[in-house]
């Protein structure tokens, strides 16, 4: 027996924190809205019932406007979770118990998870949970999710239902709550007679169905397949209702739960802050969301941000690893397979090949990881949503939305889940303007090519260049959201309204969590992708065409490959073979390039470290090729998993290739400029 629990809210309530906590997985959780756009899985740890946790994307309500709202939404509605975990932010009560009115009505047994008790708590606020229980007619289980407070007793509530729903042979009598006027509530029961008598369809909870038919919710309207007949029904009493509320149908609804809520909200809350008095969250934001310092903050945090990773704390570790990697771990591997008596071209492969591809990634796993550590605490702490908020005031006067700025920030760590994140937009053409956009913002995976290049070419000023790279990357997004925006996506930008969280301060817990579930996918991704990428880089340097060793790169497949190319980066001052296969290899991962890099300037002498890498690549880079080179690696079509991302995103053919095309031509015209321009100014 299994029984399937689904955690709903509003985003940002702590759904994710607890369903970590429940199924003892790491997923991503961020104090932003919009963290979680897919629905997730996970078993209950600790109890002998075989539960299955289902994490659900945030909603505000039951109406959806936007892909995730409906991935929500179908999922209770047509899978019928055993019991709906409706997760209320307790310092939010009003707004949350908007989508539990809503719930409620669904006829699925349901539990209240009142989080963030804590938070409450500090706030000297105080909500009477008995009193509640009685007004909503369901169990209530005050938590604090990231202090796992409350979790156990959560679920084991949550199966208390279901069995005792399962034991008994009435059906579990759910409370019908009334919230709405009563000329209202007479049309709602005209709508559920009429359904149980006339129209057979029963797809949907009567009463909840009864409402979005009022409302007109097309969606539902068409998978309930009623006729003409019950359209005929419903069209006069909606009307009525306009006229003697003189209102739109939607408001009238909206009004009267909102109303609903605070009676309910005023019998069992009792709120200690005066309105009017600022909290500290409040006092930060006049700081930090000032209209004139808001930017210039923005740009010092992330710059204080690159500065320490690159800085001391990361060349620190870098050298540590490098040495081990390269000169040690290569060193006793060649002294080993010498004893063992191995051939040639295998110790060729495993040291000159792997170790030396590996060993070029793997000494930036540090770095990644501290830079992870930092955006972890922005996001934790609230910050990236001012981020967001200020954004939106920039973009907005370019038609931009500060929703798009959300998958943009993302992408700092990776494409994959920061297209994915564009499904928080509910326009289609913004949308796809996004999914366009998103991959310029650099993520982690070319991190290692800067930090090779910064270090050969800018070595007094490392932090500097990379932090450049990044705001390059942000800038030519917003110059390329102008450009489509005036060409192929005319149009508004979606409002963006975005509620800010309170400042919270992260815990070392999360933050770790946090880290490591963006930075994993690196060592994973080294361990797989780069692993098999480095043995083709040796055979396609060791081999011609013909298959026979060759003894000078240059004849190689590769050497051929590269030549061939060349031409097509040479204005860009990177002409060289071995630059043009990096960047063919760069499709696969971008930290190939790197790899790439390693073993082709590897010349077979053992005990390379990347001291010696940086000397061969400074025979054929000047400073000015190595950051057009580096502007071309950030902003050419992404790798293979985030092409794969955008094919399903876009959903469309056309639009991915549209989408790699541009970025492509977009990164050697901006890398021409930088070359020729720097050219022309005399940087060599
Ligand atoms: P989701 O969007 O509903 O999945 O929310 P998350 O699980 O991502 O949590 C949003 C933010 O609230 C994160 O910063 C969490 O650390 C924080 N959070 C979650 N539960 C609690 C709680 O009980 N108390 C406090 N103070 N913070 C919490
Ligand atoms: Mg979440």
């Not at 756009?37 to 600790?46: D, F, I, S, T």
Request: one cysteine or more; glycine letters at 8%.
């Amino acid at each position: 027996m299994t029984y399937r629990f689904a955690l709903v809210g509003n985003p940002n309530c702590g759904k994710t924190t607890l369903f970590n906590e429940v199924t003892g997985s790491t997923q991503h959780v961020g104090n932003w809205p919009g963290v979680t756009v897919e629905k997730k899985e996970g078993k209950a740890r600790r109890f002998k019932e075989h539960i299955q946790i289902v994490d659900l994307p945030g909603i505000y309500s039951l109406s959806p406007y936007s892909l995730e709202e409906i991935i929500a939404r179908d999922y209770i509605l047509d899978e019928k979770p055993d019991v709906v975990i409706n997760i209320v932010d307790a310092t939010n009560i009003e707004r949350n118990l908007y989508l539990t009115t809503q719930l409620l009505e669904l006829g699925i047994p349901v539990v209240i998870a009142l989080n963030m008790m804590d938070s409450l708590e500090a706030k000297g606020d105080k909500i009477e949970i008995s009193k509640l229980e009685k007004e909503l007619g369901v169990p209530i289980i005050p938590t604090s999710a990231n202090k796992g407070m409350g979790a156990r007793e959560l679920i084991e509530k949550a199966l208390q239902m279901v069995q005792s729903v399962a034991t008994s042979t009435e059906t579990l009598s759910l409370p019908t709550l009334v919230i709405f006027e009563e000329k209202v509530e007479e049309s709602i029961s005209l709508v559920v007679d009429a359904m149980i008598h006339k129209w057979s369809n029963h797809r949907y909870p009567l009463r909840w169905a009864a409402v979005k038919l009022l409302e007109g919710d097309e969606t539902v309207v068409v998978k309930t397949g009623l006729g003409n007949d019950a359209i005929d029904v419903i069209r006069p009493l909606r009307d009525q209702l306009e006229k003697e509320y003189d209102n739109d149908i939607e408001s009238i609804f909206a009004d009267q739960r909102y109303k609903y809520i605070s009676r309910v909200v005023g019998r069992s809350v009792r709120k200690k802050r005066i309105s009017g008095e600022l909290t500290v969250s409040d006092k930060i934001d006049k700081i930090l969301t000032n209209r004139i310092l808001a930017i210039p903050l923005f740009l010092l945090v992330m710059y204080v941000m690159f500065t320490i990773t690159f800085g001391f704390v990361g060349s620190f570790t870098i050298d540590f690893i490098d040495h081990f990697m390269n000169v040690t771990l290569a060193d006793m591997t060649t002294t080993l397979l010498h004893l063992a008596g191995a051939a040639d071209w295998l110790e060729s492969l495993i040291v000159g090949g792997i170790i030396a591809g590996l060993g070029s990634i793997l000494i930036f796993v540090p770095q990644i990881m501290i830079l992870f550590f930092f955006l972890a605490i922005l996001e934790d702490s609230g910050y990236m949503s001012r981020a967001a908020f200020i954004m939106d005031r920039l973009l907005r006067k370019i038609g931009l939305s500060g929703k798009s700025f959300i998958p943009m920030i993302m992408g700092i760590g990776c494409s994959v889940p920061a297209i994915m994140a564009t499904r928080t937009l509910e326009n289609e053409k913004d949308r796809r303007l996004t999914i366009i956009l998103t991959p310029f913002i650099s993520c982690g995976a070319r991190l290692p090519v800067y930090a090779l290049f910064a270090a050969a070419f800018f070595a007094t000023s490392q932090s500097t260049v990379i932090f450049s790279l990044y705001i390059l990357g942000m800038v030519v997004a917003i110059l390329s959201g102008i450009l489509l925006r005036k060409t192929i996506f005319k149009g508004e930008a979606e409002p963006f309204v975005m509620e800010l969280p309170p400042y919270r301060i992260p815990t070392l817990k999360g933050l770790t969590i946090h880290m490591w579930d963006r930075g994993k996918g690196f060592i994973k991704k080294a361990g797989t992708v780069i692993f098999a990428a480095s043995v083709i880089i040796w055979f396609g340097q060791t081999f011609s065409f013909s298959l026979s060793q060759v003894d000078d790169v240059s004849d190689s497949i590769f050497g051929a490959v590269g030549n061939f190319i060349a031409p097509v980066f040479a204005p860009l001052g990177f002409g060289d073979w071995r630059s043009s296969v990096a960047l063919l290899t760069g499709f696969v991962a971008k930290e190939a390039v790197v790899a790439t890099m390693g073993i082709l300037n590897n010349l077979g002498e053992v005990g390379e470290d990347s001291v010696q890498l940086m000397a061969s690549l400074q025979l054929y880079f000047t400073p000015l090729k190595a950051y057009a080179f580096m502007t071309f690696t950030l902003l050419y079509m992404p790798c293979i998993a985030a092409f794969a991302a955008i094919k399903r995103e876009m959903n469309s053919w056309k639009w991915t290739l549209f989408a790699v095309g541009y970025q492509t031509a977009t990164a050697w015209i901006v890398a021409f400029i930088i070359y020729q321009g720097g050219r022309l100014v005399g940087l060599g």
